[in-house]
């Protein structure tokens, strides 16, 4: 098989070999056109014709395979557009002169060949010129996107658009950008909901172990304060263990043990353990049973942690006397588990916000708590593969989550 040979930028030989498939479909191009002239005129006419068009084509995918083997040499898309623009110009000039040159006995009909070969190839320049200069202003729209979101600006889009595939590059790359801007806000957020939320006990402690360490206080004061520092540390402790498991969830990073569950006793053991908080609350939880409910795939302790955050915050935010309600159901291949309360609810614009780390509204703002239960939560769930949201209700919270149900055996 011809071949030449090839240098890469790095220096590195290397062998051009003319495409298998390009050889193909230039000879099978020629013999279909000399095919065509052996029916309209001669043999002759159809020889000459196989002669001229098969040793073009074979010439051309040599070409084209340099020009592809050496693209990182030859430059920018501009330049390798270019050069493919003239190699067609010169297969064009090439083969419209070796025809007239063996094929054509008029001067007549040579010359306004040849005229509509050269009139053909400068529109034809022309028009792939405009198609490759739109193509290229959308790749340096693009370029230009990302070398901005690489400096830090998150602003940026590329402006594409289109049904094409530079412009689906774009979408993604647009995509990729704002869930970067995305993704900054909430670290933002997050660091700024942690200095918030450790400065109170920390600022307390500073407090504390100075009026410890102060002679005035009496043994029995200084008992008191050893006391409440204690509270505030073993707050900083959940703190941080609420942290770690947000990030360790955020990352992928688990080692569970799936099994099959039955959501509708964990419900009621669940709703059990949360009775005397709920005492102290004067709020009423029960747990409503369905002995349909079918088996989840879950982790056990995981699934009752998102029950603790959710109804703990639920019986938080009910009022004296209100009741908050648990239970269990199938919805298709899920297992769908609700918490509501007779609570004052969620503003719409707030059920999606309820879940990011640190986020408190303005019904919680005098709240315990660090704001990282609905976060935890969702983590948990969505690793489980399931979903997590508020549902509209008329009165109270309604939060909802669903796992995937057990098969049936």
Not at 25 to 51: M, Y
Not at 274 to 288: F, G, I, N, S, Y
Not at 302 to 327: C, E, W, Y
Not at 347 to 364: I, K, L, N, Y
Request: glycine fraction near 8%; proline fraction near 3%; hydrophobic fraction near 50%.
């Amino acid at each position: 098989m011809n071949s030449t040979r090839a240098v890469d930028p790095a220096g590195t030989p290397e062998r051009v070999r003319a495409s298998p498939a390009g050889l193909v479909l230039a000879l099978a191009l020629a013999a279909v056109a000399a095919t065509v002239v052996l029916v309209t005129d001669d043999l002759a006419g159809a020889l000459a014709t196989l002669a001229i068009l098969a040793g073009l084509g074979l010439a051309t995918v040599l070409a084209t395979q340099m020009l592809v083997a050496r693209r990182a040499r030859i430059g920018g898309l501009r330049r390798q557009a270019g050069m493919l623009g003239a190699l067609v110009t010169a297969q064009l000039v090439v083969g419209v002169g070796l025809f007239v040159a063996f094929m054509f006995l008029s001067t007549h009909d040579a010359v306004l060949t040849v005229l509509l070969a050269a009139y053909a190839s400068a529109l034809g320049l022309w028009a792939a010129q405009r198609l490759a200069r739109e193509a290229l202003a959308d790749v340096d729209a693009i370029r230009g996107t990302l070398g901005a979101a690489g400096q830090g600006r998150r602003d940026v889009r590329t402006g594409v658009v289109g049904d094409n595939e530079v412009a689906r590059l774009a979408a993604e790359v647009d995509g990729m950008v704002a869930l970067l801007a995305k993704e900054e806000r909430a670290r933002q957020t997050l660091l700024a909901g942690v200095s918030h939320d450790l400065r109170t006990p920390i600022t307390a402690l500073r407090l504390l172990a100075e009026a410890i360490d102060d002679d005035i206080a009496d043994t029995a004061t200084r008992r008191q304060y050893a006391a409440r520092m204690g509270t505030h540390v073993r707050a900083l402790g959940a703190l941080i263990d609420d942290l770690f498991e947000l990030t360790r969830l955020q990352r992928g990073d688990l080692d569970w043990t799936m099994e099959q569950i039955d959501l509708d006793e964990l419900c009621v053991e669940t709703v059990a353990a949360m009775q005397p908080a709920a005492e102290e609350h004067t709020v009423t939880v029960r747990a409503l049973r369905d002995a349909t409910v079918p088996a989840a795939i879950a982790q056990p302790e995981k699934v009752q942690r998102v029950l603790f955050n959710l109804i703990m915050n639920a019986i938080r935010h009910t009022p004296p006397d209100g009741s908050v309600t648990v239970k269990a159901k199938r919805v298709g291949g899920t297992v769908e588990v609700e918490v509501a309360d007779t609570g004052s609810g969620i503003p719409d614009a707030q059920r999606e916000r309820v879940f990011e780390p640190f986020f408190r509204g303005d019904s919680s703002r005098s709240q315990d708590g660090a704001g990282l239960g609905l976060a935890i939560s969702r983590a948990i769930v969505e690793a489980h593969g399931g979903r997590i949201w508020f549902e509209p209700s008329e009165t109270g919270a309604c939060v909802r989550f669903c796992l995937p149900a057990a098969q049936s055996t």
